[in-house]
């Protein structure tokens, strides 16, 4: 069983900068892949970060490129993601995720579509952004 859990959510002007933190703990850690995704009400969840926890490769996808980090600090159990740059469309409710080892190949590929929410097994219960104008 893996139990994450979110914080570092609240409100920011426009072109603001917000950190999120997720922290992990399993037992026995078997995630290739961890993931922030985001959703806003009346919207399917959607992916905006991958990290591959063997590497440490990330990818985004192209509505948050240049803005948006992910970051993981194994020795703190911390999955990151830093927000630069806020817009008001990023408002919405953030979850870190983790494959459960499922994806073994690593992280899916942006490049051939978005990024499937199932892949993942375990999640985060959300943590709140808000980017007013």
């Known amino acids: 069983q893996v139990h994450l859990v979110e914080s570092g959510g609240g409100s920011v002007q426009a072109g603001g900068t917000l950190r999120l933190s997720c922290v992990y703990s399993?037992?026995?850690?078997?995630?290739?892949?961890m993931a922030w995704f985001r959703q806003s009400p009346g919207k399917e969840r959607e992916a905006v970060a991958l990290?591959?926890?063997?590497?440490?490769?990330?990818q985004y996808p192209d509505s948050v490129k240049g803005r948006f980090t992910i970051s993981q600090d194994n020795a703190k159990s911390t999955l990151y993601l830093r927000i630069d740059g806020s817009k008001p469309e990023d408002t919405a409710t953030y979850y870190c995720?983790?494959?459960?080892?499922?994806?073994?190949?690593?992280?899916?590929?942006?490049?051939?579509?978005?990024?499937?929410?199932?892949?993942?097994?375990?999640w985060g219960q959300g943590t709140q952004v808000t980017v007013s104008s």
């Open positions: 990290i591959d926890t063997d590497g440490g490769s990330t």
């Open positions: 995720a983790a494959d459960g080892g499922g994806l073994w190949a690593g992280c899916p590929r942006f490049s051939k579509g978005p990024v499937r929410a199932d892949l993942f097994r375990y």
């Open positions: 399993e037992s026995r850690w078997s995630s290739y892949c």
